[in-house]
């Protein structure tokens, strides 16, 4: 999550990591770690990970709240897992989730030699994400580390620590080794419209995707897997001959993109897996705009500003070609980017593409799958769906990522029992549609194979 140190408090339903003002400078590889977990309590890690279980605090406050987490009444459906970094030191943030008035996540990697802290359970809601509607269906892991620092916080002992437990999360959980559903918090999209500019920007541009999707035993190769083909039949797929897509794919070293508010010269050029997005094929063109993010404002080169950029392994309809530069369909908006055939920075893919059925001039976009009013029982407030600023367009395509029925997560209090899930008839399918995922209604859109 980016950064303790400027965060935003939490709130019933979009709880991320709050500002720390008390966080303390980086800690040198020779400090000690915590104690091992009692005898009685195993981490739910792979035996040969070092990994020790350091619980979150889950317990009641005054004036009716509880503290840090939610339990899910029964066995959670997982279709994430979040990749985040702290923005402070691992001892920082293992002191922080023992807080029962701050917020959760359910492991803690750290940097010098990748150990583990698990603190909730896979079936405990953390309350990471910043969107309770991921909160509700994902893991969440937060790296020690800094997002502006080049990546020389994500360690090769981390890279692999982090692969090897999100693998075997992944098997045990049953969740796609993708980037539809292993996602940085910077794909996390706001719940709300009022949400969207505040939500997070980590792990950031320096996370090497590419690297930690090899160490996954899944490489990124454009070619989508098993869940992206189920949902394709599900949904009856029908052929559209300007249906393609990419997935972009820089090599990391040589893509040196420039960045400002990055170490301390505030102004930095080197490797990283991100491409940046011009409103034509020219590099003094303006990046692409996010009127999310920036309502009344450009987007910027800031290392903390992913409006005008695309991210490693993330899969787009393909808009175009010209010279040296490719153009895919972002944000409802035709993107371009520095794509020359010498040192390509994308590669054809392969996998379902979703666009406006025919009579739609656009469609709805969404932060959060959740159900229609009627599927709401006496008692439990409804949760509207709350479109967001942004629309698709007729015309445009966006990649299909997953497809889920609408559900809510009621958490009534302190105790599971009165805890609801609401599960609704609504289909939404999961797009990536700007750097974040998001969702459209079903009935809105058409499913075309790419």
């Known amino acids: ?44 890690c792979p035996p040969a990970l070092a990994c020790e279980w350091l619980p979150a605090a889950y317990r009641r406050l005054r004036k009716g709240g509880h503290g840090n987490h939610d339990r899910y009444p029964g066995t959670r459906p997982i279709d994430y897992i979040v990749i985040h970094d702290g923005e402070s030191p691992y001892d920082v943030m293992t002191r922080l989730v023992k807080d029962p008035t701050y917020v959760s996540w359910h492991f803690t990697l750290r940097s010098s030699d990748g150990h583990i802290a698990q603190h909730l ?4 809601v953390g309350w990471h994400a910043g969107n309770w509607y991921f909160n509700s269906r994902s893991i969440g892991l937060e790296h020690e580390g800094y997002l502006a620092r080049g990546g020389a916080w994500y360690t090769e002992a981390m890279y692999r620590a982090s692969a090897r ?25 706001g719940a709300t419209p009022a949400t969207v500019q505040g939500m997070h920007e980590d792990p950031g541009p320096y996370w090497d995707w590419d690297h930690y999707f090899t160490l996954l035993g899944s490489p990124l190769t454009g070619v989508r897997g098993r ?57 003094a063109s303006p990046l692409v705009r996010d ?52 040192a390509r920075r994308s590669v054809p893919a392969s996998g379902p593409l979703v666009t406006p059925r025919p009579g739609l001039a656009s469609v709805k976009v969404y932060g959060r799958a959740y159900p229609e009013a009627s599927a709401y029982p006496p008692g439990i407030p409804v949760q509207q769906p709350a479109p967001l600023q942004y629309t698709l367009p007729a015309g445009q395509f966006y990649s299909l990522g997953l497809t889920r029925r609408a559900s809510y997560l009621h958490t009534g209090g302190f105790s599971p029992a009165s805890h ?26 058409t499913v075309v194979p790419g």
């Not at 959980?173 to 999209?189: M, Q, S, W």
Request: hydrophobic content about 35%; aromatic content about 10%.
């Open 165 to 189: 437990l999100v693998r075997y999360l992944a098997r045990k959980y049953d969740v796609p080794l993708d980037r539809a559903h292993i996602l940085g918090h910077d794909n996390v999209p």
């Open 227 to 283: 869940e992206v083909s189920l949902v394709s039949a599900a949904a009856g797929a029908r052929p559209a001959n300007s249906a393609r897509s990419v997935m972009i794919k820089p090599d990391y070293a040589a893509n040196t993109s420039f960045f400002s508010g990055c170490a301390k010269s505030g102004r930095c050029r080197r490797g990283s897996g991100t491409v940046w997005l011009h409103v034509r094929p020219s590099p």
């Open 291 to 342: 009127i999310g993010k920036h309502p009344t404002g450009a987007s910027t080169y800031s290392v903390y500003d992913h409006a005008g950029r695309a991210s490693t392994g993330q899969r787009y309809a393909f808009a175009g070609r010209r010279g040296d530069w490719t153009a895919i369909w972002y944000l409802g908006q035709r993107a371009w980017f520095y794509d020359p055939a010498g």
């Open 1 to 44: 999550m980016d950064p303790i140190r400027a965060g935003r408090a939490k709130r019933a339903e979009d709880r991320c990591l709050p500002a720390d003002p008390a966080a303390t400078p980086e800690r040198g590889p020779g400090e000690t770690g915590l104690p091992a977990a009692p005898a009685s309590t195993a981490p739910d």
């Open 121 to 124: 359970r896979a079936d405990d």
């Open 420 to 445: 609801r899930v609401i599960a609704g008839r609504t289909r939404y399918h999961q797009i990536q549609f700007g750097h974040r995922v998001m969702f459209v209604r079903a009935e809105d859109v």
